[in-house]
Each structure stands twice: as structure tokens, then as C-alpha cells.
């Protein structure tokens, strides 16, 4: 065996989460509602080499498949994500993680100022997709910008 292979078991039926960002494993699973503790069997592996990032997280969870809601709030976590459902051992469905252009309610406004965080103001928070490359959102009402360290910091408390 070398030092480049991995000794984590295969999962029969669940989901693979492949390519996060370093570092962000647990907020993935966080994400998913921290599946280990109901009990699933969950592989983390982090900072592991990686040809396309440099270093990389990945995260097995037995039993749990990913619906397309949540695959949208990971891809705000982890834009560059494979999510890969898993059968039977075989991988039957493999789809990029990919941030939508507009995400409505989710977010919350990091400016003080911005008319969503006035109380008598009730408006439902919308940001716009401005960049990919890296993950930039743009408030609808008073354009501040929020990056993927924020949108993630915002996120990992979200229950499913």
C-alpha cells in the first residue's frame, strides 16, 4: 500500500460528497444536519491531495440521500462539489454542485444598514450571483457583497 491510497470503506447505499474545500467538512455536515448523530455511519476525510484543488475534503454518509434543496445550500458552501449517490456500491448518479444565480430567504444581509435588517421592514432577503470564481452574492436592496466564508458561516446553522 502506498501513501496516496485511502483506507475508508465503501458505502452501500448513500451519498459521497467529493471535492469540498478544504476545511469545510464539517460544515457539510453540518449542512446535512449532522447525520452522525442519529446514529449513520459518516467518513470524513480531510485535507487530502488533489490533482484539480490541491488539497480537498470528502464526506460519506451511509443511508442519507441528498435532495436537490440541500444540494443547492451545499453548492454555497462548497461550489466546486461532486455529489455522488451511491446504490447498491455503484455510483448511480453523479451531478456538480452548482450555486443557484438567485437564492431567496436563505441569507441574511451582512450590512447593518440594508433595509432587510430593519424590523419593521418585512422583506424576504434576495442575492444575486455575481461570481463563481470565487462565490460572490450581491444583496438585492443595498448591494453589499457576501463571499463564501460568510455565506458559509451563515449556513452551518441551518437546520434541514
Given amino acids: 500500500m502506498n501513501e496516496d491510497t485511502m483506507l475508508v470503506q465503501r458505502i452501500a447505499n448513500g451519498t ?3 471535492h ?3 476545511g ?3 460544515s457539510v455536515l453540518r449542512l446535512l444536519g449532522e447525520p452522525q448523530k442519529r446514529g449513520v455511519r459518516v467518513a470524513i476525510v480531510m485535507n487530502v491531495k488533489s490533482s484539480k484543488m ?9 443511508g442519507l440521500e441528498i435532495e436537490e434543496q440541500t444540494a443547492q445550500r451545499l453548492a454555497l458552501i462548497a461550489p466546486q462539489a461532486t455529489i455522488n449517490i451511491i446504490r ?4 448511480v448518479q453523479k451531478t456538480k454542485a452548482v450555486p443557484p444565480e ?7 444581509c451582512v450590512s447593518s444598514s440594508c433595509i432587510t435588517n430593519k424590523e419593521r421592514e418585512p422583506l424576504v432577503t434576495t442575492f444575486y450571483r455575481r461570481s ?4 460572490v452574492y450581491s444583496c438585492r436592496y443595498c448591494g453589499r457583497d457576501i463571499d463564501e466564508n460568510e455565506i458559509s458561516e451563515q449556513l452551518i446553522g441551518v437546520s434541514l
Fill in 16 to 18: 459521497v460528497v467529493d
Fill in 54 to 62: 490541491g488539497v480537498k475534503d470528502l464526506v460519506k454518509v451511509e
Fill in 102 to 108: 438567485v437564492v431567496y430567504a436563505l441569507l441574511k
Fill in 132 to 135: 463563481h470564481k470565487p462565490l
Fill in 20 to 22: 469540498i474545500p478544504a
Fill in 88 to 91: 447498491e456500491y455503484e455510483v
Fill in 24 to 26: 469545510r467538512a464539517l
